[in-house]
């Protein structure tokens, strides 16, 4: 298997490289939670002290949903973000969420990523250079080019804790 990351033939080159990485990405996460029980989907680790896969599929489902968003130059709609959302809860963590299959969860976050794909359609590489305001309260600024790589590296960032969840799940029931 030749891995490559060739863009979307409807992209133009650099942003289809971008969200080729971000294709990429997904495939990895859904590999490495492939067979995961309810269980393990809403383990919260040793002393339920860290954030469950749930939430962190969850986290990146509604940071690259807001992504979409800002690179269209609109605001998310308030359905989506009773939806999905909040960013955080009101003691500065992720949101906790329970009893969600990881198929929901998957599927939920692979109809976010269909839509950053037809956003990136209409995009042109000189729009990557377009700043856009983001964070919690948009007190940063970053390129969409910044926005489009911090998808799929939030996402590796993401996947590194659910393979620790895994591990300590696995441990815990040995």
């Given amino acids: 298997m030749i891995r490559d990351l060739q863009g ?11 969200y080729a990485a971000v294709r990429e990405n997904n495939e ?3 590999a490495i939670t492939d067979g995961m029980s309810q269980g393990e989907v809403d383990y919260r680790g040793p002393d339920n002290s860290f954030n469950s896969t749930a939430q962190l599929i969850r986290h990146l489902l509604f940071v690259d949903l807001n992504w979409v968003y800002r690179i269209q130059g609109q ?4 359905a989506l973000m009773e939806q999905y959302g909040p960013m955080i809860d009101e003691s500065n ?3 906790m969420i ?3 299959p990881l198929n929901t969860l998957i599927s939920q976050y692979e109809h976010v990523l269909h839509l950053l794909q037809e956003a990136c359609v209409r995009l042109k590489d000189t729009d990557l250079d377009r700043v856009v305001a983001f964070g919690h309260e948009n007190e940063k600024r970053a390129t969409i080019r910044w926005g489009l790589w911090h ?3 939030h996402s590796r960032y993401h996947q590194a804790h659910i393979h620790l969840l895994r591990k300590w799940y696995r441990t815990e029931r040995a």
């Fill in 8 to 18: 979307d033939s409807a992209m133009t080159p650099i942003v289809g490289m971008l």
């Fill in 28 to 30: 990895r996460l859904k």
């Fill in 151 to 153: 998808i799929a590296d």
């Fill in 98 to 100: 329970s009893g969600v």
């Fill in 75 to 78: 605001q998310l709609p308030q």
């Fill in 93 to 95: 963590r992720l949101p």
